[in-house]
């Protein structure tokens, strides 16, 4: 304000100078306004997604497990997700489990808890694009055709369709593979779902980290809201699960969840779990809850 009055009062030569004082002094301000909005727009997907790939330890599981490497190919390219079959021997299981892994996990990390579970489960563990052994970059509508794309391809491999496949489908999701898990339930009308630490949307967990208006920016606009309350309209149950002391997505979110629908949801929050913990800590009473479904 005070170099703007100084401008007005000066003479000609030393107003014009002035302005272009201001002028410039406007546009830094501007720059460094836009600067974060430039960084949240072209880094958004680096700053989300943990991406990671498989080393020969995750081979070797799969392998021991007589697990099997479904390739598939999407508009991301070529993919690549696993199939584990039933431990009792079973060609036909009586359950699959599609089982979506939390943002810094890996599909295969399901494996360190399929051994505590029912034996004649099977279970598709899906790899987002640019995970594991899969091309691409992730995405909502990138996570949506990919999370179809494996369950066609284990139908082919079980020689079914995906509708013969539909009755014995369930879905088992931990963090932002909920998002991946409600869609794939909601496309595929699967009725058994267990989500493990789910948000509501991710703007507003775009709002917790950065704000408002900053959350506005979000370009992956995951809505567990709506895919929930798509998958419950067509007759599905769902168990969650939240940790009291979740650092990461707040247990809030998940009541707000279960408070929606509460003939169709079961909330069992977990006192004193967090996040990242959460799963292995009470892997006896998911699996308690997946042969109870």
């Known amino acids: 304000m005070f170099l703007f009055l100084n401008c007005v009062s000066s003479s000609a030569p030393a107003y014009h100078t002035c302005v272009k004082l201001v002028t410039r002094l406007l546009r830094l301000i501007f720059l460094l306004l836009l600067l974060p909005v430039l960084l949240l727009l072209g880094c958004q997907s680096k700053l989300m997604?943990?991406?990671?790939?498989?080393?020969?330890?995750?081979?070797?599981?799969?392998?021991?497990?007589?697990?099997?490497?479904?390739?598939?190919?999407?508009?991301?390219?070529?993919?690549?997700?696993?199939?584990?079959?039933?431990?009792?021997?079973?060609i036909s299981p009586q359950k699959i489990w599609l089982c979506f892994s939390g943002n810094g996990s890996l599909a295969l990390d399901w494996l360190n808890f399929v051994k505590e579970w029912d034996p004649s489960f099977a279970y598709l563990m899906v790899d987002y694009p640019g995970y594991g052994d899969?091309?691409?970059?992730?995405?909502?509508?990138?996570?949506?055709?990919?999370?179809?794309?494996?369950?066609?391809?284990?139908?082919?491999?079980?020689?079914?369709?995906?509708?013969?496949?539909?009755?014995?489908?369930?879905?088992?999701?931990?963090?932002?593979?909920?998002?991946?898990?409600?869609?794939?339930?909601d496309d595929l009308n699967?009725?058994?779902i267990i989500l493990i630490s789910p948000f509501t949307t991710m703007t507003e967990m775009g709002r917790l980290v950065l704000g408002t208006p900053l959350c506005y920016l979000n370009l992956h606009r995951f809505d567990n809201r709506t895919h929930l309350a798509n998958v419950v309209g067509?007759?599905?149950?769902?168990?969650?699960?939240?940790?009291?002391?979740?650092?990461?997505?707040?247990?809030?979110?998940?009541r707000e969840l279960a408070a929606a629908h509460p003939e169709k949801v079961t909330l069992h929050e977990k006192e004193g779990q967090d996040h990242n913990l959460i799963l292995l800590n009470i892997s006896k009473e998911v699996g308690e809850t997946m042969s109870r479904l």
């Open 234 to 254: 067509k007759g599905a149950h769902v168990e969650i699960y939240h940790g009291t002391e979740d650092e990461v997505i707040p247990i809030a979110m998940s």
């Open 190 to 192: 699967i009725q058994r």
């Open 134 to 185: 899969c091309h691409g970059k992730p995405n909502p509508n990138g996570i949506r055709e990919s999370s179809q794309a494996a369950v066609a391809a284990l139908a082919k491999h079980l020689n079914q369709t995906p509708e013969q496949m539909a009755p014995k489908m369930c879905v088992l999701a931990h963090s932002i593979g909920c998002a991946a898990g409600l869609m794939t339930a």
């Open 49 to 90: 997604y943990y991406q990671r790939p498989y080393d020969e330890d995750y081979r070797q599981s799969l392998s021991q497990n007589h697990g099997l490497a479904l390739e598939y190919v999407t508009s991301q390219g070529q993919q690549v997700a696993h199939y584990i079959p039933p431990r009792n021997g079973e």
